[in-house]
């Protein structure tokens, strides 16, 4: 039986600033304990699509709806109205982010864990 390889790779740098990318995926993330998540939170991946290596980054809301909250404010600027409604179907929320261009500020974050490049939530516009 052969060992696993785990292949050695560069890594990805994202400067800090402005970047253009495109929704790729959209997943809700519920509280699981035994995977140590406490939240609720929606998750967008994002591949910076003006990086040459076109890396996929993620970005997240807490799964709150609302005029006021982070994730309704971003489906008001994608073109979801929620107005009046007492929920709204994941399928519609997938419908109207994933493949749309966007634009949005990356900022570089160092945790003890390594330097990450974060998408700052409240900076994503839709082109």
Same mark, same amino acid.
Do not use: Q, W
């Given at each position: 039986?052969?060992?696993?390889? $785990?292949? !050695?790779?560069e @890594?990805?740098? =994202?400067?800090?600033?402005?970047?253009? /990318? #495109?929704?790729? %995926?959209?997943?809700?993330?519920?509280?699981n304990?035994?995977?140590?998540?406490?939240?609720?939170?929606?998750?967008?991946?994002?591949?910076?699509?003006?990086?040459?290596?076109?890396?996929? $980054?993620? !970005?997240?809301? @807490?799964t709150? =709806?609302?005029?006021?909250?982070?994730? /309704? #404010?971003?489906l %008001?600027?994608?073109?979801?109205?929620?107005?009046?409604?007492?929920?709204?179907?994941?399928?519609?929320?997938?419908?109207?982010?994933?493949?749309?261009?966007?634009?949005?500020?990356?900022?570089t974050?160092?945790?003890?864990?390594?330097?990450?490049?974060?998408i700052?939530?409240?900076?994503?516009?839709? %082109?």
């Amino acid at each position: 039986m052969s060992e696993e390889i $785990i292949k !050695v790779t560069e @890594p990805v740098i =994202i400067e800090d600033g402005k970047h253009k /990318g #495109k929704i790729t %995926k959209v997943v809700r993330s519920l509280p699981n304990a035994e995977e140590g998540r406490k939240y609720d939170y929606t998750e967008l991946y994002v591949e910076v699509t003006d990086h040459d290596k076109k890396p996929e $980054i993620r !970005v997240g809301f @807490p799964t709150s =709806i609302s005029e006021l909250s982070s994730l /309704g #404010k971003l489906l %008001k600027k994608a073109g979801l109205d929620f107005s009046g409604k007492d929920g709204v179907p994941m399928k519609d929320i997938k419908d109207h982010l994933i493949d749309k261009k966007i634009t949005f500020l990356c900022k570089t974050e160092s945790t003890d864990a390594g330097d990450f490049a974060r998408i700052l939530r409240d900076t994503i516009d839709f %082109k």
